[in-house]
């Protein structure tokens, strides 16, 4: 059975020498929600253009649902939805006229294409604005216009580098729980994002870039696993004698707030019952950081990336 | 049928640019052709007198028509297909899978569109100042036709290697013109000494401007079938050459 996406040592050198991929091998299933993170130049980009063929590989092999990008490029593209990480619309166009033509690029019929034009728009939140110029769009309505153009040719795999770049929280919220929807109805989705909260609550596997290397591949759940340990902060309720909590580490930030570091043999059961026991609620609960972001920190610090008066956009 | 669909596609999309401003594409055509026809058909063409045995403003007419083609044909594709780099648009194409040839044909399409277009407008403002006689309309629809495809295709080659705004006029001010209006769009070659007669063999629009004006006039400097056969070599070599450059992504894949 043929996967979504199956990367096997891609190689990218840029005119000048720079080397944005290194030999990276990738697999991504069928229906998967997957998270291609890393800092950036590390070849998150350059990765996606040689999938979307919008860059030239310079070795390695790429094969989207099984049909290889050097021998079946067409119908390798026919799969793929792409959502861009820079604007690439003609500002001047109406959003009817940018979408209608796009699925006229994949083969869709102008009927169906209009038809298909009102589900997203209207999905999306933008059909009042579908006769007005793209230009005229806030950034957070551009973001979703082109969410709708790379949904136009219902493709089965769906990339998007970083699709809420600049996003208010409220439409990036909307965007989550619309892409988990798409997820849902079958369609594979690939994220880059600079948002890790977004890949920990969306995608079930993911891969660490870093340097043009992979230097992390597995599911999100056995990455955060690797977690040494994790610190929550609580809100107490307000007590008269001062909080002592036996056997673990913990930090009195203020009169009401309490710090907690756990290992990964630890749990929160002994905390609630020590501060119970102590007459103190615990009014809410959080973690103190993104726990993702510490082990991203971690993964991509153990390499650093070497310097390089060149460089190039990844 | 997809690449039917797909051609169609790019085809809308660039007439659906023309149109929307309208303005700056189909209205100043208009406006030069009129004063050119004031200035060198009404006020010195009447003291010019008759030309290959046609009074100067019936003479004038086709290769005025035609320049009007050219320049149309040209700025259509190199502005749009820049601007499609530029704001990196071109790459809705590029992801897409459009094979190179329809892309190509799209973008020729287009700028034959607006070629013809205007031509059809100058040719309906020539009317207020000239009565225009045909020839031969197959002629005149098989010259205009592959001109404007050739300059189109020009046009778009220009693009490809145009790096700024400046890139996309640089050509056209500095080879098209020049070649046009040495091209026979106000005299007739044969006035010209020997030496430049022979200079003037080498200008490809001196094929066309001749072609198109034997279709209303009847009356040619150089052979048809000649004509037809340069035409054809051009468009045949710039058709070689931009599919080679979208093919290997020069100035779009990086």
């Known amino acids: 059975m043929?996967?979504?996406?199956?990367?096997?040592?891609?190689?990218?050198?840029?005119?000048?020498?720079?080397?944005?991929?290194?030999?990276?091998?990738?697999?991504?299933?069928?229906?998967?929600?997957?998270?291609?993170?890393g800092p950036n130049g590390a070849g998150k980009s350059t990765t996606i253009g040689v999938i979307t063929s919008l860059v030239n590989k310079s070795q390695g092999q790429v094969k989207v649902f099984g049909y290889d990008i050097d021998s079946d490029l067409e119908k390798a593209k026919s799969f793929i939805g792409?959502?861009?990480?820079?604007?690439?619309?003609?500002?001047?166009?109406?959003?009817?006229?940018?979408?209608?033509?796009?699925?006229?690029?994949?083969?869709?019929?102008?009927?169906?294409?209009?038809?298909?034009?009102?589900?997203?728009?209207?999905?999306?939140?933008?059909?009042?604005?579908?006769?007005?110029?793209?230009?005229?769009?806030?950034?957070?309505?551009?973001?979703?216009?082109?969410?709708?153009?790379?949904?136009?040719?219902?493709?089965?795999?769906?990339?998007?580098?970083e699709p809420t770049a600049g996003v208010d929280i409220e439409v990036r919220r909307a965007m989550w729980d619309f892409l988990r929807e798409l997820n849902r109805q079958g369609i594979t989705i690939i994220l880059t994002t600079h948002y890790l909260e977004e890949a920990e609550m969306l995608c079930r596997n993911i891969a660490i870039i870093n340097d043009g290397e992979i230097v992390e591949n597995t599911s999100m759940k056995a990455l955060l696993a690797q977690l040494d340990g994790e610190t929550f902060v609580l809100d107490l309720s307000p007590h008269?004698?001062?909080?002592?909590?036996?056997?673990?580490?913990?930090?009195?930030?203020?009169?009401?707030?309490?710090?907690?570091?756990?290992?990964?043999?630890?749990?929160?059961?002994p905390i609630f019952q020590q501060l119970t026991e102590q007459n103190i609620n615990v009014l809410s609960m959080r973690n103190k950081s993104n726990r993702l972001e510490a082990l991203f920190v971690n993964l991509v610090s153990k390499k650093e990336p070497k310097t390089t008066s060149n460089k190039q956009a990844s | 049928m997809n690449n039917a669909i797909a051609l169609k596609s790019i085809l809308t999309k660039e007439i659906q640019r023309f149109l929307r401003i309208w303005v700056?594409?189909?209205?100043?055509?208009?406006?030069?052709?009129?004063?050119?026809?004031?200035?060198?058909?009404?006020?010195?063409?009447?003291?010019?007198?008759?030309?290959?045995?046609?009074?100067?403003?019936?003479?004038?007419?086709?290769?005025?028509?035609m320049m009007t083609v050219i320049t149309n044909s040209y700025s259509n594709v190199a502005s749009s297909f820049f601007s499609a780099k530029w704001q990196r648009n071109i790459e809705e194409m590029l992801v897409a899978p459009v094979p190179n040839w329809v892309i190509v044909a799209g973008y020729v399409g287009g700028g034959m569109a607006r070629g013809i277009l205007v031509g059809l407008i100058v040719t309906t403002v020539s009317l207020l100042f000239v009565d225009i006689k045909i020839?031969?309309?197959?002629?005149?629809?098989?010259?205009?036709?592959?001109?404007?495809?050739?300059?189109?295709?020009?046009?778009?080659?220009?693009?490809?290697?145009?790096?700024?705004?400046?890139?996309?006029?640089?050509?056209?001010?500095?080879?098209?013109?020049?070649?046009?209006?040495l091209g026979g769009v106000f005299y007739s070659i044969s006035l010209l000494p020997d030496f430049w007669q022979g200079v003037s063999q080498i200008n490809p629009i001196v094929y066309m401007v001749n072609a198109f004006r034997y279709g209303f006039l009847g009356i040619s400097d150089v052979n048809i079938v000649t004509a037809f056969l340069v035409i054809g070599f051009f468009i045949t070599t710039l058709f070689t050459i931009a599919m080679v450059l979208i093919s290997k992504g020069i100035g779009l894949r990086s």
């Open chain 1, 82 to 161: 792409l959502v861009p990480q820079e604007f690439n619309f003609n500002q001047f166009e109406p959003l009817m006229h940018i979408l209608v033509n796009q699925a006229g690029y994949y083969g869709v019929e102008r009927k169906v294409a209009i038809e298909r034009a009102e589900k997203y728009l209207k999905k999306l939140e933008l059909w009042d604005k579908r006769n007005d110029a793209a230009r005229m769009l806030s950034g957070g309505m551009k973001r979703r216009l082109m969410i709708a153009r790379a949904l136009m040719h219902e493709p089965q795999i769906l990339i998007l580098d």
């Open chain 1, 2 to 37: 043929s996967h979504a996406l199956e990367i096997n040592s891609l190689k990218k050198t840029y005119k000048g020498g720079f080397q944005a991929l290194k030999g990276i091998d990738l697999t991504v299933e069928k229906g998967d929600f997957f998270a291609l993170l």
């Open chain 1, 240 to 269: 008269d004698k001062e909080v002592t909590l036996k056997d673990i580490n913990y930090r009195v930030n203020d009169d009401h707030t309490l710090e907690v570091d756990l290992n990964k043999n630890q749990n929160l059961n």
């Open chain 2, 24 to 65: 700056q594409t189909l209205v100043p055509p208009a406006i030069t052709i009129s004063l050119y026809f004031v200035i060198f058909g009404t006020l010195i063409g009447s003291r010019i007198g008759e030309m290959g045995g046609f009074d100067y403003m019936s003479f004038i007419v086709p290769g005025l028509i």
């Open chain 2, 135 to 181: 020839h031969n309309v197959w002629v005149i629809i098989a010259t205009v036709s592959l001109t404007s495809a050739t300059f189109a295709l020009g046009g778009l080659i220009n693009a490809i290697f145009a790096n700024s705004f400046d890139d996309i006029s640089i050509i056209p001010t500095f080879v098209l013109t020049p070649l046009t209006y």
